[in-house]
């Protein structure tokens, strides 16, 4: 029923930017780490930035240097600023949450947002 809300994508040229955004439609208990995953037309979903409650953050090497990914706390916003895109850049990008309670854990997603690099 909870599901992950984002915004930002596009079509945008080589070398331009892009700040996506997420959030859940509704609040969501103890999450405790948020990140993007990417997925391009017959390639796996593989993990592009990741943030826990902490501030501490996971880049995937290709995009280390010119993605930043940060977060709101109290709002469980997560953000993704993508800078110097590139043509490999090309995927649709999914927000992913992540909450626990005692025994129990719960992954959440969003539908995803397509960005574009083209000239």
């Known amino acids: 029923q909870v599901h992950l809300v984002e915004s930002g994508g596009g079509l945008v040229q080589p070398g331009g930017s892009l700040r996506l955004s997420c959030a859940p439609s509704?609040?969501?208990?103890?999450?405790?780490?948020m990140g993007w995953y990417r997925q391009a037309p017959g390639k796996q979903r593989e993990l592009v930035a990741a943030?826990?409650?902490?501030?501490?953050?996971n880049y995937a090497d290709s995009v280390k240097g010119r993605f930043t990914i940060s977060r709101d706390n109290a709002a469980n916003t997560v953000y993704l600023q993508m800078n110097n895109l590139k043509p490999e850049d090309t995927a649709v990008y999914y927000c992913?949450?992540?909450?626990?309670?005692?025994?129990?854990?719960?992954?959440?997603w969003g539908q995803g947002t397509q960005v574009t690099v083209s000239s």
């Open positions: 992913n949450a992540k909450s626990a309670w005692g025994p129990d854990e719960y992954t959440y």
């Open positions: 509704r609040s969501i208990f103890s999450i405790y780490a």
């Open positions: 943030i826990t409650s902490g501030s501490r953050t």
